[in-house]
């Protein structure tokens, strides 16, 4: 029996490893500049990911559409052009196989902007794009998502008489004809910046209103109606800023962006509110352990309900921020990730991969004439450009929590076909020159051995820490098995028993950094 068992746990074990290939691609173009602002993984395990690519030259702007494989490598990459500056700004797998991307256009002759949306296939064709404009005045799409039937939700910005600009939420078919669109808003100044449409069918717009200190965070409930259920207003004696959200398991809504707290460099800040009412269940603010400025521009929430973040570390280069929480925002690992001859690189855009890693899309500038990054992480932060530890410093947050008077309108889009100017890009290439894969491990707070093991995990600390180490021990089904402190003082290694074989997962925690590694019991 005792055979058996030990069978099926090996293919148990087997069939939870997960392979992870990682990758850093760079698209290099000589006197351009660029960004991919969002990325997907696709159903195929593909990637797909949108932004925008501008000639230092001309100063046109175009759209950019990559398709990338498992591996990283470019399957196509295009440019779309008009006849002014135009950028993409997100994207969804509408139907499997078939991509919308949506982003606007801006004139230099009129000053004013309008919406575009473009479905393309999984080879690259065109199946359909259209602009949405309100004569005499600007539109313009930051967000997407989708429906299980296909059919397509836009968040932008519309000018509106009496104020200076709404959030507008568009809903389209899957041919792009406008089914539905609503502007809401304060009478002040509202800015779009995230949105979600959750399991339920409600939306959730994060933005900001221009209420006093000019960035303060604002988060909308709308139903499936695009009925107002709630909205929270974030203020007091700081500046809050929200970049991306996303849902958590438990249907509460996580959101990302900078902290400023008006006397120090900017922070990094995460948040989870409740679904029913938009009051905070925690906020904190991530501070660079070196007084080093970073801020949150996308957000992802993997495999149980890990909370993985990309950003920007400012300095001479700036690097791509790329950290993980735990789902109570306590962080798992971070890090800043740079790359070769002096290059600049930031972070705008993640997805959850399904073998636990993360994808990152973003910019790169510098001697190498880097105009755009794509890079694949593992699931405890390694790459293949050379990468630091990040460490930072954690605080609680209370800001106050206020309500603003909001107004619904019907919008007045209409919708026209156009073709863009198509151009094929091929120049991809690696990031790094050389191989700098760091294990984590080598760094974490402790290693445990023998492992597999028997009866018992073995525990023993590998550098000083500041004060006790608290260990929590979970089975494979996320049940907590026991929990205690390891104590600094203690000479050699920790033994926790263990009764039962099985899979197990040990969290080592000290401060605000913790490690988590699989243990197999026999």
């Known amino acids: 029996m005792k055979k058996i068992y030990l069978m099926l746990l090996i293919f148990h074990v087997t069939f939870l490893v997960k392979s992870q290939t990682l990758f850093h691609k760079v698209y290099q173009q000589d006197n351009a500049l660029g960004l991919l602002y969002r990325c997907l993984q696709t159903e195929d395990g593909g990637y797909f990911s949108v932004g925008n690519v501008t000639d230092e030259v001309t100063f046109s702007g175009d759209f950019l559409m990559i398709r990338a494989n498992p591996d990283g490598s470019a399957s196509w990459c295009k440019s779309l052009s008009l006849t002014d500056n135009e950028q993409f700004t997100d994207v969804v797998e509408s139907v ?34 259209k602009m949405y404009s309100v004569n005499g005045s600007s539109v313009s799409a930051n967000r997407i998502q989708k429906d299980e039937t296909g059919n397509i939700y836009i968040l932008g910005m ?32 509202d800015y779009p910046l995230s949105f979600l449409r959750n399991a339920q069918g409600d939306f959730f717009i994060g933005g900001w209103a221009n209420s006093g200190t000019g960035e303060t965070v604002h988060l909308i409930h709308l139903n499936s109606s695009m009925e107002l259920q709630w909205d929270s207003f974030l203020s007091g004696n700081a500046r809050y800023f929200n970049y991306d959200l996303k849902e958590k398991s438990s249907g509460n809504i996580v959101i990302a962006g900078r902290y400023d707290n008006m006397n120090d460099s900017y922070d990094v800040l995460l948040a989870e509110l409740d679904v029913q009412t938009g009051t905070p269940v925690w906020i904190k603010s991530y501070s660079a352990a070196d007084g080093t400025a970073s801020y949150a521009y996308g957000l992802a929430v993997g495999e149980n309900d890990h909370i993985g973040v990309t950003g920007i570390i400012e300095g001479t280069p700036a690097g791509t921020l790329l950290f993980e929480t ?69 605080t609680d947050l209370t800001p106050e929590v206020q309500h603003l008077s909001l107004a619904s309108n019907t919008g007045s889009l209409i919708a026209q076909d156009f073709t863009p100017g198509e151009a094929l890009i091929t120049n991809f290439s690696d990031a790094c020159t050389e191989t700098s894969i760091r294990s984590l491990i080598e760094n974490q707070l402790f290693e445990i051995y023998p492992n597999p093991s028997v009866g018992y995990i073995q525990v023993s600390l590998k550098h000083a820490t500041a004060g006790n180490c608290k260990y929590d021990l979970y089975d494979a089904l996320g049940i907590l098995v026991s929990s205690g402190e390891i104590a600094q003082t203690i000479a050699g290694p920790y033994q926790i028993p263990v009764e039962i074989p099985g899979i197990y997962f040990i969290r080592i925690t000290n401060g605000n950094r913790s490690f988590t590694e699989k243990v197999i019991n026999f």
């Open 96 to 129: 499997p196989g078939e991509f919308v991307a949506v982003g606007s256009v801006f004139s230099t002759t009129t000053f004013t902007s309008q919406i575009i949306v473009a479905k393309y296939n999984n080879s690259g064709s065109k199946v359909w794009c």
């Open 158 to 189: 519309a000018e509106v008489s009496g104020a200076s600009s709404d959030y507008l939420i568009m809903k389209l078919d899957g041919n792009g004809n406008i089914i539905h669109q609503t502007t809401i808003g304060t009478p002040i100044s």
């Open 326 to 394: 735990d789902q109570n925002g306590i962080v798992n690992w971070s890090e800043r990730i740079t790359g070769s001859n002096n290059t600049d690189a930031h972070g705008y855009g993640i997805c959850p991969d399904a073998d636990g890693g993360y994808v990152v899309c973003g910019k790169r500038s510098g001697d190498d004439n880097s105009v755009v990054q794509l890079l694949k992480s593992s699931n405890t932060g390694e790459v293949t450009c050379s990468n630091t530890d990040f460490p930072f410093d954690v």
